[in-house]
């Protein structure tokens, strides 16, 4: 298994450290560089690239120092390029990234922003998603519709089952809470929302997570229509939980 190191910053934000290759990494979504440079430092690694999702401070904020640092390239959305500080590439669908042996499809799930793209590579088992697939959730509608996020869920369902899931937020538990009023019935749904509660009480982290229990388990990934995703949607925004 490709390791994939996490990376907390902020309140519930999660930079990712994709260990490509021996003593090599890509960053994705650095929120804050000092966090990013100090786990480097710590595991030995040496940083080639960034990879970053989408233009929200949070995703991009470490970028010029940790490049500065590093001299290391910034890949990203080629339609938020003009918002976000030092890309060297600006990538869209059907781009590719290659890191060592690991060639990362480039998909534009656009809907929490309007340029929104995610990474997966499939020799590693690995979706870098941003803000647009969360466990048992999915991101606002900042910029796009339903129809956009129905779109984008689309294109994350038909990944194999096994991939692993590196969003960028702990958001877990009250994602959670939201879903099983969702799906009242949903056994494997209870049955995570009650792992979910012994982690995070524990101060664990829920993430990663494979997309298998997604499809299990999460309403919007879930949801049969782009009216049903909206919804629940406009259920969650409001959701005190």
């Not at 390791?3 to 650095?30: I, K, M, Q, S």
């Not at 989408?54 to 470490?62: C, E, T």
């Not at 390239?73 to 600006?90: F, L, M, S, V, Y």
């Not at 009480?201 to 997570?209: I, K």
């Amino acid at each position: 298994m490709v390791p994939v190191h996490r990376v907390p910053a902020f309140t519930d934000n999660y930079v990712w450290l994709f260990e490509y290759a021996a003593g090599r990494c890509a960053v994705v979504d650095p929120a804050d560089a000092a966090p990013v440079l100090a786990a480097v430092e710590r595991l030995g690694l040496r940083v080639s690239h960034i990879l970053n999702t989408h233009w929200h401070p949070d995703h991009v904020g470490g970028n010029l120092a940790i490049r500065e640092a590093t001299g290391c390239t910034i890949i990203g959305p080629a339609r938020e390029q003009p918002k976000i500080p030092g890309i060297d590439r600006a990538v869209d669908e059907g781009d590719t990234v290659t890191l060592g042996e690991h060639r990362g499809n480039v998909l534009f799930v656009g809907a929490h922003t309007a340029g929104h793209i995610a990474f997966h590579f499939p020799s590693a088992s690995a979706l870098f998603c941003g803000d647009t697939l969360f466990a048992m959730g999915c991101g606002r509608l900042f910029e796009g519709t339903a129809d956009d996020m129905f779109r984008a869920m689309a294109k994350l369902k038909a990944l194999p089952p096994e991939t692993r899931v590196f969003c960028a937020h702990e958001y877990t538990l009250s994602n959670a809470r939201f879903a099983v009023t969702v799906e009242p019935d949903n056994a494997a749904l209870h049955a995570r929302f009650e792992a979910v509660q012994k982690a995070r009480a524990m101060d664990e982290p829920t993430v990663p997570f494979t997309l298998a229990e997604e499809l299990a388990t999460n309403p919007f990934l879930r949801a049969a229509s782009v009216a049903e995703l909206a919804e629940r949607r406009s259920a969650k925004d409001v959701f005190k939980g």
